[in-house]
């Protein structure tokens, strides 16, 4: 059975940082991407960051780019993101996703999730 689980979301002030980090069991996830996905209070679901699956390439939303840093060490099944001069705006829960495919996709396509960790940035 596949696991993810989300570690390291909190309540942090404007400004500040925090680093998530993702467990994977049950399948190696090294040949695969994976990657970041949030939801704030009633919005949908959105992509945050991906990275391939030997780390070459990463990819971010926007509204995170320069501010977060995704990471992977496949010798231990996990991904890990460093997020920076948080905002308000980054407050949601924050979902770690894989998929069974190479390519990226910024859409919520993707094979499996996590339960989601919540990250709260006060003002």
């Known amino acids: 059975q596949v696991q993810l689980v989300e570690s390291g979301g909190g309540l942090v002030q404007a400004g500040g940082s925090l680093r998530l980090s993702c467990a994977a069991s049950?399948?190696?996830?090294?040949?695969?991407?994976m990657g970041w996905f949030r939801q704030a209070s009633g919005k949908e679901r959105e992509f945050v960051a991906a990275i391939s699956w030997r780390g070459i390439n990463t990819y971010y939303s926007d509204s995170v780019k320069g501010r977060f840093t995704i990471s992977r060490e496949n010798g231990k099944n996990t991904v890990n993101l460093q997020m920076n001069s948080l905002e308000p705006e980054d407050t949601a829960v924050y979902y770690c996703?894989?998929?069974?495919?190479?390519?990226?996709?910024?859409?919520?396509?993707?094979?499996?999730w996590g339960q989601g960790t919540q990250v709260t940035v006060s003002s």
């Open positions: 996703a894989a998929r069974n495919t190479l390519r990226v996709v910024t859409t919520t396509n993707w094979d499996y």
């Open positions: 049950g399948r190696t996830f090294s040949s695969y991407p």
